[in-house]
């Protein structure tokens, strides 16, 4: 059994500010992370299912995974009226409830930055995708100007991970994916919201990569 994780307050607040937090820009992110996906799909750390409407008809199933209860009992009411097939069950990162190298694609989105191990969950992920598998990603990501990555390993030494579901900013999730054994094959990064100061948590990267 996966062993349980519980955010309640960050879990009802993310579900109410997520579909703002969309009409500002992130939608079209969520459109290009998931765009092309076809086979058989993992979605980890699926929330409250904001990325379901957006899968294309090309996938036949997708296994989305959500320890939360509060935002899984939102993603199953989502998942009902997603245009393919989709099976929301409890689970964690580094413990995933799939066989080896059952699913063509995988999908991350703003979930590695919060994983209690992020080796583990990458490790996982490698061994869940066939070979030649993809995994799409869509994560906060560790600034590129020493200043703000200053600012981030402060933040995430206080009470931040705890406010935000365990969100750590600092991460450099991209390196993490290389590391694990996955060949990078494109990566965009950007701030997001893109106006305004930067903060912790606006460096964001999207992009592919694929076990070799």
Known sequence: MARPVRHPLFARVYSRLRPGIDRQGALAHRRRLLAGLSGRVLEVGAGDGGNFAHYPPEVTGVVAVEPEPYLRAQATRRAMEAPVPIEVVDGVADRLPVDDGAVDAAVVSLVL??????????????????????????????????????????????????????????????????????AVEEVDRFRFPPDGPAAPATPHALGRARRA
């Not at 969950?121 to 200053?150: C, I, M, Q, S, Y």
């Open 113 to 182: 930055c919060s994983v209690p191990d992020q080796a583990a969950a990458l490790a996982e992920l490698h061994r869940a995708l066939r070979p030649g598998g993809e995994l799409r990603f869509f994560e906060h990501v560790a600034a590129d100007t020493p200043g703000l990555l200053r600012v981030q390993a402060v933040v995430d030494r206080t009470l931040w991970p705890l406010l935000c579901g365990g969100c750590h900013t600092g991460r450099d999730t991209v390196a993490a994916i290389g590391a694990a054994g996955f």
